[in-house]
């Protein structure tokens, strides 16, 4: 099993899969930060199906600026206009998901968390998505969505058209009910950002069967 982990921070989303998909799977974790990419090397030392990739991702390949608030990486962004004011800015690489796509084996699941990217990293993602059709978890925060000039429901739309349905998850991984969606994009729900669980009409595929999830 592979699992693809896009701005994993200093990696507990990585940490946790590389726990599922053992010493026969493999984790690719992106994270721009240096920092952040430093302390997830270390924590995934001992992990050799961790391989971390120390790039932002988006729809083009090249260069941009990358800001990170040094009191709260986890709000680090590509985006000016949504990054807090004392954030710090420095140059990273950027690619794109199909332009890795070659040197990626099939992905069966994929975490997206970019503050705002995520519409662009789908974009850039299309012929992978195509491909694989992996399970998707990934942020839908209306302020980081606009400042990349992104529209959600063109986001939306473009991955149902690939063949995903949409469902709200909580911080649990609970699924919860589909109105909260709409009511995010209506905006009518007092959050600005929620967690959306996306799948393939054909999901749950066999391959996710013999999934064993890590012990507590």
């Not at 940490?15 to 599922?20: K, L, S, T, W």
């Not at 705002?116 to 992996?134: H, T």
Request: with cysteine.
């Amino acid at each position: 099993m592979t699992v693809v982990d896009v701005g994993a921070n200093v990696g507990n989303v990585t940490v946790a899969a590389a726990d599922v998909v053992g010493d026969s799977g493999r984790v690719v974790a992106y994270e721009p930060g240096h920092a952040a990419a430093q302390l997830l090397r270390e924590r995934c030392r001992q992990r050799a199906c961790v391989e971390v990739r120390q790039t932002a991702v988006s729809n083009v390949c090249g260069h941009m600026f990358f800001f990170i608030d040094p009191s709260k990486s986890t709000s680090a962004t590509l985006f000016a206009s949504v990054a807090a004011e004392t954030a710090e800015r420095t140059r990273v690489p950027v690619c794109s998901l199909d332009s890795e796509m070659d040197a990626l084996p099939a992905v069966d699941f994929m975490k997206i968390d970019a503050q705002g990217a995520e519409g662009r990293i789908l974009d850039g993602a299309r012929r992978l998505l195509k491909r694989d059709k992996p399970l998707l978890i990934f942020e839908l925060w209306l302020p980081g969505l606009r400042s990349a000039g992104t529209s959600a429901d063109v986001m939306l739309q473009r991955l149902a058209g690939l063949g995903y349905h949409f469902h709200p998850v909580n911080a649990k991984g609970a699924v919860g009910n589909d109105l909260r969606m709409r009511a995010l994009l209506d905006g009518t729900l007092r959050s600005a950002a929620i967690n959306v669980l996306a799948h393939p009409r054909r999901w749950p595929s066999r391959r996710w069967l013999d999934v064993v999830p890590p012990s507590t």
